[in-house]
């Protein structure tokens, strides 16, 4: 070693990162073998390095492989890097950026080159450093300038473009026509679909992360036990596992044998279909308040809520303003799930919909729930003469706009009798205070355009 790659010179750290990747290929290689000379000669510095650049042309760095297509196909694999690709807002490799994984394909007995060439030195791989022509690592390839010139070129050639690139008949190709006659040869385009190795490597450790991480791991506990989880909860469904390789996944390509040969493909569904509720499951309902049949209580975030304001209260905390602001957040919160159960219901439903013969809820709740009933005709039907009454009672009901403090009002009710299910213990809350909450998020959230209207025809 020269005073130029001296341990403390910046190609020093090289050649002692390059050296350290060599000694310890020989140690796994002569591990009870020590006394064979001849294999370890071929781990001095110099010979194992002239090894490696005589066999990375063996190998090739890509983001998209042929073989995962068909491992008989002899074409091209390509490197494209993801930020030169155009930026659809479709669901594909360029949203990788320059945060993407390359994939190696070629002769897996040359792979080792390869992790060599991944080595990080000051920030950036060998291979970064390689391609930038970096001085201090030429030095400390070599004291032979023109041989450390040779070889940096030699690994630097690792990502490549052929020069004329080739399909195989193993190969899934299209003829996609480009003009108008399909009868006409001529007018066809040849594409051949590549798989996408670098994208399919970032999906593979999302969907890995998803099912075996440590925080999906907790969160999916907590779901099951039900309770709350500062975490989200991810879960990939209905998956299919498509191995690549069999026994030899190397032979596919680098990050194909990462994965085991594991290549997982998402289920091919259409978007989900919500079901239209049209207030069939609201009526011959005493109360969307009553806890044998679901409704609110089991809407959006309203038991995760419940069982917060629940434990806390049972922690018995001290009568502060801050222990009172806590609580208050928490009723307020409530509060405005109560509101956006509403417009769930509103948005889910048809005008009128309470005007079905088995409605049973209470009339604040119908005109909380169905105040667009308010901008259909009256009904006229002789054969029920009280349809006409019960719809102008209704609408002269939501003019008064009673119905909000008396959703509140059983709000509030609902609210200490579920507090008091959970535990005995626990003191009733104020239930000025929550009927206060669940009216200012009512009146915030639901109070609609025909109420306006009817306020500014009042008004004139």
């Not at 690592?137 to 940096?152: H, I, N, V």
């Not at 399919?200 to 099951?224: L, P, S, T, Y």
């Not at 959006?300 to 434990?311: E, F, I, K």
Request: glycine share 8%.
């Amino acid at each position: 070693m020269n005073e130029k790659t001296g341990p403390a010179s910046r190609a020093g750290l090289f050649r002692a990162s390059i050296a350290g990747f060599i000694d310890g290929r020989r140690e796994a290689k002569l591990k009870g073998k020590e006394d064979d000379a001849g294999t370890a000669s071929k781990y001095d510095y110099a010979t194992w390095l002239a090894d490696a650049v005589r066999r990375v042309g063996q190998i090739q760095a890509v983001t998209h492989v042929l073989k995962a297509t068909h491992p008989d196909a002899r074409g091209s694999s390509l490197h494209v890097a993801p930020s030169s690709l155009p930026q659809h807002v479709e669901i594909g490799s360029h949203l990788l950026g320059d945060a993407y994984a390359e994939d190696v394909v070629g002769n897996a007995a040359a792979l080792d080159v390869f992790k060599l060439l991944k080595l990080e030195v000051d920030g950036k791989r060998l291979l970064d450093w390689m391609q930038a022509g970096d001085a201090d690592l030429q030095t400390a390839l070599s004291d032979d300038t023109d041989q450390a010139k040779e070889w940096m070129l030699a690994f630097a050639s690792l990502v490549r473009e052929e020069a004329q690139p080739a399909s195989h008949p193993m190969a899934k190709q299209l003829y996609w026509l480009t003009g108008e006659d399909p009868q006409d040869d001529a007018q066809y385009h040849l594409l051949q679909p590549m798989f996408a190795s670098s994208l399919v490597h970032a999906v593979h450790a999302d969907i890995q992360d998803a099912r075996f991480g440590e925080a999906n791991k907790e969160a999916r506990q907590a779901k099951r036990d039900d309770k709350p989880s500062d975490s989200p909860y991810r879960d990939y469904r209905h998956l299919v596992a498509r191995k690549l390789g069999g026994t030899k996944p190397q032979n596919i390509s680098q990050l194909n044998s990462e994965r085991g040969g594991v290549n997982y493909l998402l289920a091919s569904l259409p978007p989900p279909a919500w079901k239209q509720n049209r207030g069939t499951s609201l009526l011959k309902l005493d109360s969307v308040l009553d806890e044998k049949h679901g409704g609110f209580s089991r809407f959006g975030g309203v038991r995760d809520l419940l069982h917060a304001l629940t434990s806390f209260l049972k922690k018995n905390p001290d009568p502060t303003l801050e222990t009172r602001n806590h609580r208050e957040t928490i009723e307020r919160a409530i509060g405005q799930e109560l509101a956006m159960y509403g417009v769930a219901i509103r948005g889910n439903c048809a005008a009128g919909w309470t005007r079905d013969e088995t409605c049973r809820l209470p009339l604040c709740e119908q005109l909380w729930l169905d105040p667009d009933r308010t901008e259909l005709p009256e009904r006229n039907d002789p054969g029920h003469p009280h349809w006409r009454e019960d719809d102008r009672a209704f609408n002269e009901a939501y003019a008064r706009g009673d119905w909000a403090d008396e959703v509140a009002t059983r709000f509030g009710l609902w609210l200490n009798n579920q507090l008091r299910k959970r535990s005995d213990t626990l003191v009733a809350l104020g239930e000025a205070e929550m009927r206060h909450f669940a009216h200012q998020a009512i009146i915030e959230v639901a109070w609609p355009l025909p109420q306006q209207r009817h306020a500014k025809a009042g008004a004139a």
